[in-house]
């Protein structure tokens, strides 16, 4: 009897640690910040190997209206590829990540950190988007992960974050631009 119950404890045990193991394993597979996720080359550009986006390593390092931020992204030459273009507010999304540390922009008045991988580095809090209405567009910010529509002559916590791949095709990479 002794024997038995050693035995199904044992085995209880062994379980809960495989349940255990399994369940941190694949906690740590759902971050963005996974080591395979994101590629960071020497060039300035990070590739997001989830989606086939290729995003700028930093975004432009000061306030930007939005026209300002548009501007930024359609003359960045990271990497040599000359195809840059404002992100729109779904691919930003794919780079808010909840579970990552997080860190305080510069920008940061308040004690409030940005949610994506350290592979990005954002100076502001919030990226505009390619998505136009008028005398407002939108953005994410960073902090919450949530979309927002601002006025385009907003600059205090606003970035620019050039990205180059097609949503089209699935977020799939055109090298074709490349040095043209």
Known sequence: MKRTLYTVC????????????GFI?????????????????????????????????????????????????????????????????????TLYDKYEPGYRPECAVYDWKVYLTSRIH??????WTSEDHGLEAESLLFDYGCPTRMFKSVN????????????KRRYGIDTKNKGE
Do not use: H
């Open 122 to 127: 954002l100076s502001g809090g919030s990226v």
């Open 25 to 93: 394993d694949g906690a740590s597979n759902n971050s963005l910040a996974d080591e395979t996720r994101f590629v960071s080359s020497n060039d300035g550009t990070v590739l997001d190997t989830g989606t086939g986006l290729m995003w700028a390593a930093r975004d432009n390092g000061s306030p930007a209206t939005w026209k300002e931020a548009k501007e930024y992204c359609e003359q960045y030459a990271g990497g040599g590829y000359k195809d840059w273009r404002m992100p729109t507010i779904r691919e930003l999304k």
């Open 10 to 21: 044992l085995t209880a045990a062994v379980i809960v640690l495989v349940v255990a193991v």
């Open 156 to 167: 205090y916590i606003m970035r620019a974050l050039p990205v180059r791949g097609s949503d």
